[in-house]
């Protein structure tokens, strides 16, 4: 099971990386397919596999062998370690679910405010849901103990 949260950490932190680059940017998170960030070629699928294609590749884009930003590989691992080591906890499913949202948020509005200097007011309104959910998880799992 740990395995299984570490690989759909990647994943999620790949998502993550690839929109911490495009909010500021002002481009789609969904509709467009991802691209290399200096020469603008479309990637194939094994160009998008999660730390590893960075790894093969030499942090560096097969098309125009310009360097890639460790930032992605960086927020892919941190990712799959965070989804990890909660995944050892065996909270229930809906304390894991809300536990990584909420990383998930606050890692989002950490690497966006580091890279704009501004806050995103999706991510603010979002944090601010925070305490909420927070307490909504620290009494299911208090109540599971």
């Known amino acids: ?5 570490f690989i759909i950490g990647l ?3 790949s998502f993550l990386a690839a929109a911490i ?5 002002k481009i789609s998170i969904y509709c467009k397919r991802s691209f290399c960030p200096h020469c603008y070629h479309q990637l194939v699928w094994k160009d998008l596999l999660p730390l590893f294609s960075y790894i093969f ?6 098309y125009c062998n310009k360097k ?10 941190l990712t799959a370690l965070i989804f990890m080591i909660t995944g050892a906890f065996n909270f229930s499913i809906s304390a894991y679910a809300r536990f990584i ?6 890692a989002a ?5 580091e890279k704009d200097l501004r806050l995103k007011d999706l991510l603010s309104l979002s944090l601010i849901l925070f305490p909420v959910c927070m307490l909504m998880t620290y009494l299911e799992i208090f109540l599971w103990i």
């Open 21 to 25: 680059y495009r909010l500021p940017e």
């Open 57 to 62: 590749l030499k942090g560096r884009c097969r």
């Open 1 to 5: 099971m740990i395995i299984f949260d």
């Open 11 to 13: 994943v999620t932190g």
């Open 109 to 113: 509005f950490i690497f966006l405010n």
């Open 101 to 106: 949202m909420l990383i998930q948020l606050y």
């Open 68 to 77: 890639i930003s460790a930032l992605y590989p960086f927020i892919e691992v």
